[in-house]
């Protein structure tokens, strides 16, 4: 089943926009990895300054090789500056019932 990480990260006031850009340009950093499924930024309507981002990998142990990697710290490096604080969680994906719309 598919490994999925999601990160929440808390931006300095004022640092979204440039958030935002800079998660888009290193971005390849992990969709280029061959075991990555796909990610996805999404900014909270409910907390001020609050992302989630989520990805998915075709295991954990592939993830982890990523995690690990050079590539993987020069993206973390690049959007270090934006985030006062973050937290990860990882999960493994047990079910997925596709929508009428993704159709």
């Known amino acids: 089943m598919t490994f999925r990480v999601m990160l929440r990260m808390l931006i300095h006031p004022g640092m979204e926009q440039g958030f935002e850009r800079t998660w888009h340009e290193v971005g390849e950093a992990v969709t280029g990895h061959p075991a990555n499924l796909g990610q ?17 990998w075709i295991d954990e142990p592939r993830f982890r090789e990523f995690e690990h990697s050079a590539r993987h710290l020069e993206h973390r490096t690049r959007l270090h500056p934006y985030r006062s604080s973050a937290s990860m969680t990882t999960m493994r994906v047990v079910y997925e019932l596709p929508g009428s719309g993704s159709r």
């Open 40 to 56: 996805w930024l999404a900014r909270s309507l409910d907390e001020e300054g609050v992302y989630y981002i989520v990805s998915d």
